[in-house]
């Protein structure tokens, strides 16, 4: 590592190198953090709290019931389909004590999109809340999985108020669609089956696979990367190393409105967060703004991580500008650029910066963040974490020089084994020890890179590349913009041309206040030729805006 230019500009207060085996695996660092934070709490969701001696406790009794009653073999991979609940840690660290493989999946996926992730995956037990069972029902046939446990929202919350909440989801918001799994186990009864028999620890090693963490098949169809304990205990060690300066264990209150089930949310907030004893504050629906908002005003939160279109969607919130910021300590941003504008905007807010990160479900997924000591820098994905290297390479796999733009790549412990079962694709992203990320960036003189776009999203414009991140940090920063989103669309004159869809706050706002705009900051080239207002953006489940499905509406409304 002793020619790339961060080292000279590393935080004085991170390691350039640590130790990322100090843990055998994820089962043991849980151990750790039980021992250390027993009476703390873990976990909150609706107002029930939970401490890691109960947390170890409950996935103890999961865990034995995986081995003890269903028999299942180390190795089995287990898949995982709920929001953010009480329940999804205690049946993820409970699969994961097993040696047990957890595959993470999107409720909101889909029965088809299922179907793809269990068939490929091979899951033999799928833990599913009710509310999406009825999808479970249509695919069970065709999938290999021979147990099914059924979960509730209030399962965990206790007593009376679990039972009222899932009576209210049930009958009164009519949020479970009716289903038929005959033979499926309700969690509850696992948990009590479990109970009854005594579990033995699995011994477990760095090289285990311990998630297969399907990507969003964006492009191409969904793989599965296959993270080992080795991967996720190296990506937990870095990430506790780069916040270890301003966090405090015990100390901390950690917003988790991301899913946990999405790598950005697993690996920082459910995992690296469990290390220094951190209470994370669960959000089941962070799409209800005024409810996530009230959950908000009853914490004084120290760590807050999003993407950019929730930031975005809390700061045009009044109840959000008026919570208290005073204990806010950290904020990261990820899983999608960082506009200028919302940063901005952040800080003026909150008074504390707005850091972004980087990564990649195949990094599981942090490579890179911005200095968490005020040296960061507005606009870049800052430097590489502890153990971690990073390059620019050109088409033909040379290594680029500074302030040139290329394909990011990425090499260290945290990097995944490979796609499962698909040893072809995992050739085509595997540069020896280097992962070829997909993503054009460029590395300033410090080290510092800045993304400018995916490979394949790049807009050709008569021979000159646009970046559709460049011309959306334009519009975003009109005044009244809520979202945008920018898509190239084939052009007979010129390969392709700038088309952009806006979601705007103020209704006022013409096609050509968006269009004079992006003239005053950008070369003509780059300007939208169109511009399309729109209620809505197509999100993935993180929030991360889909421009492939917004250019399939574009051509398919056009006809062309």
Known sequence: MND???????????????????????????????????????????????????????????????????????????????????????????????????????????SSEMKHQ????????????ANFADNLEKILPDIAAKHVIVTEIGDLLGGFKGTIVNLVVKYIKKMVPAFSLPKAVSFKSALAQGANHKFK???????DTAFLQYTGGTTGVSKGAELSHGNIVA????????????????????????????????????LAMLKIGAHNLLITNPRDMPAFIKELSKKQFTVFTGVNTLFNGLLNQDAFKALDFSKLKIAVGGGMAVQKATAEKWLAVTG????????????????????????????????????????????????????????????????MKGYWHRPKETAEVMMGDWFKSGDIGVMDKDGFTKIVDRKKEMILVSGFNVYPNEVEDVIASYPGVLEVGVI???????????????VVKDKAITKEHIMTHCHEFLTNYKCPKEVHFTDELPKSNVGKILRRLIKEAHIEKMGK
């Not at 085996?21 to 939970?50: H, I, P, Q, R």
């Not at 620890?201 to 090289?207: C, F, N, P, R, T």
């Not at 966090?247 to 907030?269: C, D, Q, S």
């Open 4 to 110: 790339f230019p961060w080292l000279k500009h590393y935080p004085e207060s991170v390691p350039k190198e640590i130790d990322c085996t100090a843990f055998s695996s994820v089962a043991e660092l849980f151990d750790e953090s039980v021992k250390n934070f027993g009476d703390a709490v873990a976990y909150e969701c609706m107002g029930k709290t939970m401490s890691f001696n109960q947390l170890n406790k409950l996935s103890e009794d999961f865990a034995s019931y995986l081995t003890n009653v269903l028999r299942l073999k180390k190795g089995t991979r287990v898949a995982i389909q709920m929001p953010n609940t009480l329940q999804y840690p205690v049946a993820m660290f409970g699969a994961l004590r097993a040696g047990m493989i957890v595959v993470n999946t999107n409720p909101l996926y889909t």
């Open 118 to 129: 269990f068939q490929d995956s091979g899951a033999e037990l799928i833990i599913i809340m």
């Open 201 to 207: 620890a699995v011994e477990i090693a760095l090289q």
């Open 235 to 270: 990506n937990m060690q870095q990430i506790s190393a780069w916040m270890k300066p301003k966090l405090k264990e015990r100390e901390e209150i950690v917003v988790t409105a991301l899913p946990l089930y999405h790598i950005f949310a697993l690996t920082v907030n459910c």
């Open 352 to 415: 504390t910066p707005l850091a972004e990160g980087y990564g990649l479900t195949e990094t599981s997924p942090v490579a890179s963040c911005n200095p968490i000591d005020g040296t960061e820098r507005n606009g870049t994905i800052g430097v590489p974490l502890p153990n971690t290297e990073m390059m620019i390479i050109d088409d033909e796999e040379n290594i680029l020089p500074v302030g040139e733009r290329g394909e990011i790549c990425i090499k260290g412990p945290q990097v």
């Open 488 to 502: 190239g669309i084939p052009d007979p004159k010129s390969t392709e041309r700038v088309v952009a869809y806006v």
